[in-house]
């Protein structure tokens, strides 16, 4: 799995981070995403996808290849 953010859409709503901590942060500066890990384990799959689709935004994307 692959996830990449658009910080240029991002409005910093903050669902991203309230589903999926370990993969998502906001930034002290301006609000927007950081992504932490581009490459997050099987195992929070399903919250990256929760992520993926709270985002008022649609600044995430996910490649499950």
Partial sequence: MRVSVDRDVCV?????VLSAE???DQDGDDGLVVLRTPEPPPAVLDDVRDAVDRCPARAITLNER
């Fill in 22 to 24: 370990a993969v998502f």
């Fill in 12 to 16: 910093g709503a903050g669902q991203c």
